[in-house]
Structure formats: structure tokens, C-alpha cells
Nanobody, 125 residues
Framework: QVQLVESGGGLVQAGDSLTLSCVAS????????MAWFRQTPGKEREFVSG????????LYADSVKGRFTISRDNAKNTVYLQMDNLKSEDTAVYFC??????????????????WGQGTQVTVSS
């Protein structure tokens, strides 16, 4: 089992920056493909960004490309999501996810085996 704990959410103004963190335990972190998803009420959970096990490869949704940066520190079992120039449409609950399968970064939610509890990000305009 992999336990994922997110932190760093909060209330910010449009144009501000915020960094989310997700600490993993229960598995060798460097073998996990990690990703961030987000969800708003009444909508399906959507892929935001993913990072390969080594951190060399990353993937972003078009809506966040150029504004968000995903990174990981395998020594700290932590994946980060740096969010810059936040917009009101970024308001959502953000979830950290882990994929134990040794495959490239996947975007569907069913490609991930473990999930965190989520952290709320609210961007006021």
C-alpha cells in the first residue's frame, strides 16, 4: 500500500503562486510514476501534470502548461506542484496520485493505483 498526503493548498488571489507537496510512504518512491489531478464539484477528476520515476520526463495539461511545474525529490519521497500565475479556473481540489506500473506517464484516472485525500486550492479573482 502507498499512502499519499498532500499539503500546501489555500486561498490565494489571481496571479499569485502556490506550491503543493505530496509525501509518499509505504513503497519505494523512486519506482512510482507520480501525478497531480484536480476536481471541481460536478465535474470529473482531470489530469493536471505527471512526472516519470526519475523526474526526467514530465507531462502537463494544456490548461496549465507554462504556468505549473511538477518536480520530485526521491530522497524526500515527495512530489511538488509549483503553480504560478493562478487563475480563478484553477480553483479545485488537487489530488496526488501514484502509479506502480513501470509505464510512461498516464493521464486517465484509472491509470493510477493510489490517491491522496486532496487539498483545496481556491483562487479569487
Amino acid at each position: 500500500q502507498v499512502q499519499l498526503v498532500e499539503s500546501g493548498g489555500g486561498l490565494v488571489q489571481a496571479g499569485d503562486s502556490l506550491t503543493l507537496s505530496c509525501v509518499a510512504s509505504g513503497h519505494t518512491f523512486s519506482t512510482l510514476v507520480m501525478a497531480w489531478f484536480r476536481q471541481t464539484p460536478g465535474k470529473e477528476r482531470e489530469f493536471v501534470s505527471g512526472i516519470s520515476r526519475s523526474g526526467v520526463s514530465t507531462l502537463y495539461a494544456d490548461s496549465v502548461k507554462g504556468r505549473f511545474t511538477i518536480s520530485r525529490d526521491n530522497a524526500k519521497n515527495t512530489v511538488y506542484l509549483q503553480m504560478d500565475n493562478l487563475k480563478s479556473e484553477d480553483t479545485a481540489v488537487y489530488f496526488c496520485a501514484a502509479d506502480v506500473t513501470p509505464v510512461p506517464i498516464r493521464t486517465p484516472t484509472d491509470g493510477y493505483d493510489f490517491w491522496g485525500q486532496g487539498t483545496q486550492v481556491t483562487v479569487s479573482s
